[in-house]
């Protein structure tokens, strides 16, 4: 069985996880979900994103550039930027 590569938004998330979240990646792998894991980060990510793009376009007469980058300011801290766990 072949596993997709993860997309920028889950390598993004791989990277912040294991650098800030180290506890959390632990258990995940120990489970055998970190993968999955980040690929529900990665699917919320883009599903939120493309209609949070829609809607900035349509209602704040934003460029794609723009409405991306509000997006992104948005919605990056829910799935990809988590808190860093406490000392």
């Known amino acids: ?4 590569p993860l997309t920028q938004f889950g390598r993004m998330a791989e990277k912040h996880w294991r650098e800030h979240l ?5 258990e995940l792998e120990a489970k055998g979900q970190l993968r999955e894991t980040l690929v529900e980060a990665e ?3 883009k599903d ?3 209609s949070l793009i829609r809607n ?3 209602q704040k007469n934003l460029t794609a550039q723009q409405a991306y980058d509000a997006a992104w300011e948005i919605v990056r801290e829910r799935y990809i930027f988590l808190t860093p ?3």
């Open 1 to 4: 069985m072949t596993t997709t």
């Open 22 to 26: 180290p506890r959390l990646v632990r």
């Open 43 to 45: 699917e919320k990510t």
């Open 48 to 50: 939120e994103m493309d």
């Open 56 to 58: 900035l376009r349509s």
């Open 85 to 87: 766990e406490a000392e």
